[in-house]
């Protein structure tokens, strides 16, 4: 159960004892002069989640309420469905040009995250070790929107821009593969995989480690259009020639783990650290596997034919894998005829995670997924195993685990 079983939208969690409600199912407003705490914004809730009939003044008012500390359990009340109806307003609206959701709610939940992330950052940077300073850039400069739009917040441009300079020319210079897999995902993503600033990791990248899969991969996208098999078989080569399979997903969560204290009571800040912890996992960008299995169903040569091969085995297999790259291993076999039995299996048990994974939209984070998150924060017992699962294993993996606990809970009802 847990992240899985939240209802969108839902907020359903423990109530606070911020005041009673009112026959149209408002709060009513608590707190005095005398308390320090401003009066709750959860009178106006539904009309301030989308904005209507709502002032500048009073909506900053509100927001101003909900980041206040001494009020951080009152989002249990009405947080959730307040950032539920920011994100409807927004869809109904999408057509008028508005860019993001809003709301005091939302709003304060965004600003919660962002703090969160700096501080984050901050933390990584006093470690003084050259994977953590990397990780820190990589958190303001990725996570904050440098170049694409990740997470639905923005750092200011500028801090951006500084932190993924930094963190690239540390790359150019790294020997450490991990601090140039984070080069590479911020240099080469958002199609950028030819561009000279790339190319600069890459070279970087296989002359320290020359058979990273990460590498190769990076390296197709970025091979320019028309180049011959002699080109691809070259990559894959290099690949194939040394065994680092490493997967540096893993290292990234671990890292991220770290910075997690013990959860504190439901309530904003709670949310704030799950929208963290998602936004920073979901952040990573890998390459595109679609130069891979365009590249390799083009193979004519029986020498490069066999590399492909080889190489979508190894994809397959690796610790950590997203489910594309191992349907594309998959697809990569299948259209080269490969013989072996073992891809009819890892096939049908692709098809059953992808079944899996549009069941638990979650684990494909969206602005959407913010429900579940701001309704779970008020859940958390349940909901920190499984962000701790996603920091451990992968699409695959999580869909296992989750058919064990219940073949283990069926299992455990039989024995009572």
């Not at 304060?108 to 940077?125: K, M, V």
């Not at 820190?136 to 993924?164: C, M, N, P």
């Not at 959860?263 to 904003?268: E, I, K, T």
């Not at 066999?306 to 349907?327: P, S, V």
Request: proline residues 5%; glycine residues 8%; contains cysteine.
């Amino acid at each position: 159960m847990g992240l899985l079983a939240l209802k969108s939208g839902g907020g359903e969690g423990p109530s606070s004892a911020a005041g009673p409600v009112d026959d149209s199912g408002a709060m009513k407003p608590v707190g005095s002069a005398a308390s320090g705490l401003a009066a709750s914004p959860w009178a106006l809730a539904q009309q301030s989640s989308a904005q209507a009939d709502q002032s500048e003044a009073e909506a900053a008012r509100q927001k101003a309420w909900l980041l206040d500390p001494r009020n951080d359990a009152a989002w249990c009340e009405r947080g959730p469905s307040a950032v539920q109806a920011s994100l409807t307003a927004h869809e109904r609206s999408s057509n008028d040009g508005a860019a993001r959701p809003t709301g005091p709610a939302f709003d304060a939940l965004n600003e919660s995250t962002e703090a969160l992330l700096q501080r984050w950052a901050a933390q990584l940077a006093a470690r003084g070790d050259e994977e953590s300073l990397a990780m820190s850039d990589f958190l303001i400069a990725r996570v904050g929107g440098y170049d694409t739009q990740i997470g639905s917040f923005r750092h200011k441009r500028e801090q951006g821009v500084s932190r993924a300079e930094h963190l690239l020319g540390m790359a150019r210079r790294s020997e450490q593969p991990f601090v140039l897999w984070l080069g590479a995902s911020l240099a080469c993503g958002n199609r950028q995989a030819a561009s000279p600033v790339c190319k600069q990791v890459l070279d970087r990248w296989v002359q320290v480690r020359p058979g990273s899969l990460d590498a190769m991969l990076w390296l197709l996208a970025g091979l320019p259009e028309g180049s011959g098999e002699a080109a691809v078989y070259a990559v894959l080569a290099r690949a194939l020639g040394a065994s680092d399979d490493s997967s540096h997903v893993l290292r990234y969560m671990s890292l991220l783990q770290s910075l997690l204290t013990e959860p504190g009571p439901p309530g904003l800040r709670q949310a704030a650290e799950l929208k963290a912890m998602v936004e920073a996992q979901f952040s990573i960008e890998l390459a595109s596997p679609h130069a891979f299995l365009g590249r390799c169903k083009e193979a004519r040569s029986s020498e490069l034919r066999g590399h492909c091969l080889a190489a979508a085995d190894r994809i397959y297999n690796r610790e950590y894998q997203t489910t594309l790259l191992r349907m594309t291993s998959v697809a990569v076999a299948r259209a080269l005829g490969s013989e072996d039995p073992r891809w009819v299996p890892r096939y049908e048990e692709l098809k059953q995670n992808r079944e899996w994974l549009r069941e638990h939209p979650v684990f494909g984070f969206d602005e959407r997924s913010m429900e579940k998150l701001a309704a779970g924060s008020c859940q958390a017992e349940l909901l920190r195993q499984d962000m701790l699962d996603l920091m451990k294993f992968d699409e695959l993996g999580l869909m296992r685990l989750a058919h064990a606990r219940q073949a283990a809970e069926a299992a455990s009802g039989t024995a009572r």
